[in-house]
């Protein structure tokens, strides 16, 4: 069966600082992969998506980055962090474009 | 973009009763979901309703794509129902779904 992994679950950070979370999925290949930003609890918000190794595409101009240097790894990063970058950051994947997600846990990032 | 909207955004049920839960969105879709997302933040897929209807168990789905409006039916509401619903819509482009603002669902024993 399929799996989808997210870590680390909690981050303080402070401000300036990189950022490195990590996805990766399990039992499947190609996927596509997402990541989103969730602010108080409410509205989720496409940050990056990928369709394959190397394919990144973005949503939204922001200070972040992601990558997907191996089928079912995703990486979301920041070279500074900034206050307004705290969040609930979540991973998701989907066998093809017409299919369901699958979310990981989320991080919950804060940013100090 | 899809824009997406729910209602209501707030709902406050006894244990036992039922429940329907809207999901407006301003274009053509061919990719709806609905998703419960827990106390702890945890998401779960309820539905893949791009159209048509779907039941499991005490949840069902519907989804008018001409009309562009899904409604969450929970049928006999238990205190675990509790949480966040949100529905999240999308064209044909990659699977990428814009969402909407969730339904806030309380139920009280």
């Known amino acids: 069966s399929q799996t989808i992994h997210q870590w680390p679950a909690t981050l303080v950070q402070p401000v300036g600082s990189p950022l490195s979370l990590e996805c990766t999925v399990e039992?499947?290949?190609?996927?596509?992969l997402y990541w989103y930003r969730q602010a108080a609890g409410r509205g989720l918000q496409l940050l990056f998506y990928?369709?394959?190794?190397?394919?990144i595409s973005s949503e939204v101009p922001q200070n972040l980055s992601a990558s997907r240097p191996q089928d079912r790894q995703f990486i979301l990063s920041s070279k500074k962090l900034l206050l307004s970058d705290s969040g609930f950051y979540l991973c998701a994947w989907s066998p093809i474009s017409s299919a369901g997600y699958t979310f990981g846990s989320g991080t919950r990032l804060t940013v100090v | 973009g899809i824009q997406v909207e729910q209602s209501p955004p707030d709902l406050i049920l006894q244990e036992g009763a039922n429940s329907t839960l809207r999901c407006n969105f301003s274009d053509s879709v061919n990719n709806l979901q609905w998703f419960h997302q827990n106390p702890w933040g945890q998401l779960i897929n309820l539905f893949y309703i791009p159209s048509g209807t779907k039941q499991n168990g005490r949840l069902s789905a519907t989804t008018v794509a001409t009309e562009r409006y899904s409604l969450l039916y929970i049928s006999s509401s238990q205190t675990t129902d509790s949480g966040v619903y949100f529905c999240?819509?999308?064209?044909?482009?990659?699977?990428?779904?814009?969402f909407g603002q969730g339904t806030i669902l309380t139920v009280h024993p």
């Open positions: 999240g819509a999308g064209g044909t482009s990659y699977g990428k779904l814009t």
């Open positions: 990928s369709v394959g190794i190397g394919q």
């Open positions: 039992g499947t290949s190609n996927p596509n």
